[in-house]
């Protein structure tokens, strides 16, 4: 995709971000104020600016800047290993330095085992200024990190400021637009700045016009097309117009599309370097994918969205002209071979669970195998446990088989 406009424009320096003044000077009194208050906690809407704020401060006070993203370390280890070195180790540069932990909802899930715990206590510790971002800060598994830092809102952005954005991206790409385009563009935003530009990034790919019309294409859903139709545009096609419509009427939920192109996509692509770059997309989409599950953001869908079509598409470098035949991927077919060979199993372990106080998973793992050699050398045995479990036959068929 060329340079992307998300980092082309990110502001340089904090004049260049607008509607968030106050914000703006809370975070630069913080980092000035060093060591007052250790943490500070930015938290709003995504696309806000709360990210570009922190990387342009410490580019304003000539500080080097460690950004690291939550949700790449959310247990206790991998917080005391990247964030705990970096907040004590001394810049190589020799100077200053501003540590940021980006998107900090994404330590807060099941998979969380102290992560929180972890970098409250860091936050104490550390030798250098950290600037924690949220979009929800205030669950209650939050509660002792909002105590541990300076809370710094940053305003859901207005309407009219993701115009002047936008106008202004248009202006320096040479993009015609018309007024009611670009401003229906702004108002889907409902505030991310930052979905917005890569909106307009898509729209205008082809021919640098926006339209009013143009907006239909992220949201036409009038042609019904089956999943191997929208996997074969988004592979054979390089228009950006047809790729990003591609999955607009699947019916089929992302986990599948995510597999069905994962299966297909080796098949079509034969260069190494456009596989490559098609994978990185994808890999970036289940990224955001599993940041919707997390957190309930569903804005991200622009972004899985966009990956999944646009950033697959123009990953190869021209268009494949040989025939492909796309086919369901082998791991579901494998997911479903599996669930069919363990049904009846699965149905014994429950019935034992039930009658030895144990979970299903133990039952099925540990007691119907050790079971199936006794039912099949004891007669006795036999006889109890199909009357006391009910038995059917086909379950009681399975028991007599080879023990697994």
């Not at 509607?19 to 806000?48: E, T, W």
């Not at 800060?137 to 309407?159: G, H, T, V």
């Amino acid at each position: 995709m060329g340079e992307f406009w998300t980092r082309k424009y990110a502001p340089k320096s904090t004049a260049q971000i607008i509607g968030q003044d106050s914000g703006i000077n809370l975070l630069k009194n913080f980092v000035n104020n060093f060591p007052r208050k250790k943490a500070c906690l930015l938290y709003g809407p995504p696309g806000c600016g709360k990210t570009s704020s922190a990387i342009a401060i410490a580019t304003e006070l000539g500080l080097e800047l460690v950004e690291l993203n939550a949700s790449d370390f959310r247990n206790a280890a991998g917080i005391n290993s990247i964030v705990g070195a970096a907040s004590k180790q001394m810049s190589l540069l020799f100077k200053g330095k501003i540590i940021l932990v980006d998107e900090i909802d994404g330590i807060a899930g099941r998979q969380d085992r102290g992560g929180v715990q972890a970098l409250i206590k860091l936050l104490s510790e550390s030798a250098f200024p950290i600037i924690v971002t949220a979009n929800d800060p205030f669950a209650s598994k939050f509660s002792k990190l909002r105590k541990s830092c300076q809370m710094i809102q940053f305003e859901e952005l207005k309407y009219d400021t993701v115009v002047k954005v936008l106008r202004e991206i248009c202006t320096k790409e040479g993009i015609t637009f018309d007024k009611e385009g670009l401003e229906g563009l702004a108002r889907r935003a409902d505030g991310d700045v930052r979905g917005a530009i890569i909106d307009l990034f898509i729209l205008t790919r082809i021919d640098n016009k926006l339209s009013k019309d143009e907006l239909e294409i992220l949201s036409d859903r009038r042609h019904v097309v089956g999943l191997i139709d929208g996997i074969t545009r988004i592979l054979k096609t390089k228009e950006v117009a047809i790729a990003l419509s591609a999955l607009n009427n699947v019916s089929e939920n992302i986990d599948e599309v995510l597999l069905w192109i994962d299966e297909n996509m080796p098949k079509e692509y034969k260069k190494a370097e456009d596989l490559a770059r098609a994978y990185e997309a994808l890999s970036k989409a289940a990224v955001f994918k599993g940041r919707i599950r997390r957190r309930q953001h569903w804005r991200f869908l622009v972004y899985v969205n966009a990956l999944l079509t646009v950033g697959i598409s123009l990953a190869k470098d021209e268009k494949y002209n040989h025939v492909v035949k796309y086919d369901k991927p082998s791991r579901i077919l494998k997911i479903w071979i599996y669930n069919r060979k363990n049904l009846i199993r699965k149905g014994i372990a429950e019935k034992l669970a039930s009658v030895t106080h144990s979970s299903k998973k133990y039952a099925f793992k540990e007691t119907v195998p050790y079971i199936q050699v006794i039912y099949r050398n004891n007669e006795k045995f036999r006889q109890e446990l199909n009357e006391s479990l009910e038995l059917d036959d086909k379950e009681i068929e399975w028991l007599k088989g080879s023990p697994e």
